[in-house]
């Protein structure tokens, strides 16, 4: 191909356009495949297996473009028009329906099914997820996990220690965060190491989500807080919710009787100095 200048347009107003053009593809790319990774890693894999939904590895074979298009817009939508195939996908989820993402368009959906493509091509796709090992875990890779959960070894990538925000069962008293829940019964909510895995590789949450997304925590921080998590379920015992109630039922129980026997001990004193303030006002008090 050949490019000509028009008479009075100089290359300096060229180029910035022909690099446009020729860098479209690949921001376009990267933009879905950050996407990608923020927003459908906690539940999907490309070639990594089942997670909460389906390995999308192929997932092109198995209905049609336009159909994955409405789909990934509003999954709730199909769902709910009976679709066969997106019945037996939420069958297959344990009832769980894929919530619809903040952000999706049909041009974005476009670029997701080209990204999954793509990557379903690859003998080795960099959304297999982390895999996780199968074997009994290690005291000390456990010791390593609550040392991880509770800050005292700084995360690779500078991210919050998950105490900031979270406690567990072994921590007692009122030790850790509130701002989210707690995670006693992570491992089992999530269903074991593998969907635990997936989701501390990408917290989808409204809050962890861009916190995580700039500081993520490394493969080698993800092993021993899985081994945490799991020898925190397996423990038995409740989270510490209903300790936490019972905490503040008994200082709101303290607290009304500290005011009562403030009540009883003042009472005379208020009395009388009631009475020596009617006595002077009455003038009886100098007689």
Not at 160 to 185: F, K, V
């Amino acid at each position: 191909m050949r490019l000509s200048l028009q008479p009075g347009r100089s290359w300096t107003r060229t180029l910035p356009g022909l690099c446009l053009l020729v860098l479209a593809p690949t921001l376009m790319g990267q933009e879905a495949a950050d996407f990608f990774r923020q927003n459908c890693t906690s539940c999907h894999t490309i070639g990594g297996g089942r997670l909460t939904g389906p390995d999308l590895k192929g997932v092109a074979q198995r209905a049609d473009r336009d159909w994955f298009v409405r789909f990934l817009v509003n999954p709730q939508a199909v769902v709910d028009r009976g679709d066969p195939y997106a019945q037996k996908i939420v069958q297959e989820a344990r009832g769980v329906v894929m919530p619809t993402i903040s952000g999706m368009t049909p041009a974005r959906a476009e670029a997701l099914l080209d990204l999954i493509d793509a990557e379903s091509k690859l003998d080795k796709s960099q959304f297999m997820g982390v895999q996780i090992t199968d074997r009994p875990f290690t005291a000390a890779e456990i010791q390593a996990g609550r040392q991880i959960f509770r800050g005292e070894h700084a995360l690779k990538n500078k991210g919050p220690a998950c105490i900031s925000c979270h406690t567990a069962r072994d921590l007692g008293g009122l030790s850790g965060g509130q701002l989210g829940p707690d995670l006693t019964r992570a491992f089992e909510r999530l269903e074991g190491r593998k969907t635990l895995a997936a989701w501390l590789s990408a917290p989808a949450t409204p809050t962890m989500a861009p916190i995580f997304k700039k500081h993520p925590l490394d493969s080698e921080e993800i092993l021993p807080l899985i081994a945490y998590l799991e020898n925190q379920a397996a423990g038995g015992g409740e989270d510490m919710s209903s300790g936490k109630l019972t905490f503040l039922l008994i200082g709101l129980g303290g607290a009304g009787l500290m005011l009562v026997l403030f009540d009883l001990a003042w009472r005379t004193r208020f009395r009388s100095v009631r009475k020596q303030l009617v006595l002077s006002s009455t003038g009886r008090g100098e007689e």
